[in-house]
């Protein structure tokens, strides 16, 4: 577990907040639209605040937040994934499950990668990635 405080940022489109050791919880807030520029300004901040070390990520779509097909497949690139250890989604509406599908089936993440209802049962699935200490 962390010692310190938790590290929160927050930019235009969302909030990152690093709770353990290896763990991120970002937060994309309602009706934002997700870009390439989103994604590298999040990879800016992980790399920055954690020390280029690599993340469990919980990243939670709130409602109405969408992304577009050149976004996902930026996400399934090797310059995305470098400090990614697995990714654990939360979303809630059809246009989110819809991105997930294609991201899962045509994109094929490279990192352990799944869609969860709840923060709960997203955050558990992660555990199995924890780093040991």
């Given at each position: 577990?962390?010692?310190?405080?938790?590290?929160?940022?927050?930019?235009e489109?969302?909030?990152?907040?690093?709770?353990?050791?290896?763990?991120v919880h970002?937060k994309?807030?309602?009706?934002?639209e997700?870009?390439?520029?989103?994604?590298?300004?999040?990879?800016?901040?992980?790399?920055?605040?954690?020390?280029?070390?690599?993340?469990?990520?919980?990243?939670?779509?709130?409602?109405?937040?969408?992304?577009?097909?050149?976004?996902?497949?930026?996400?399934?690139t090797e310059?995305?994934?470098?400090?990614?250890?697995?990714?654990?989604?939360?979303?809630?509406?059809?246009?989110?499950?819809?991105?997930?599908?294609?991201?899962?089936?045509?994109?094929?993440?490279?990192?352990?990668?799944?869609?969860?209802?709840?923060?709960?049962?997203?955050?558990s699935?992660?555990?199995?990635?924890?780093?040991?200490?």
């Amino acid at each position: 577990m962390r010692t310190s405080p938790n590290i929160m940022v927050k930019t235009e489109k969302m909030i990152i907040e690093f709770l353990e050791d290896d763990l991120v919880h970002i937060k994309v807030l309602e009706g934002m639209e997700v870009t390439v520029d989103d994604i590298q300004k999040m990879e800016e901040v992980v790399e920055e605040q954690g020390g280029g070390r690599p993340y469990r990520n919980l990243i939670v779509a709130e409602n109405y937040v969408t992304t577009t097909f050149k976004t996902v497949r930026y996400m399934g690139t090797e310059e995305a994934n470098r400090l990614t250890i697995a990714d654990a989604f939360v979303i809630n509406s059809l246009p989110q499950r819809i991105m997930a599908n294609f991201y899962l089936n045509v994109v094929k993440p490279l990192k352990p990668t799944k869609f969860f209802k709840t923060e709960e049962e997203a955050f558990s699935w992660l555990k199995q990635f924890e780093l040991q200490k």
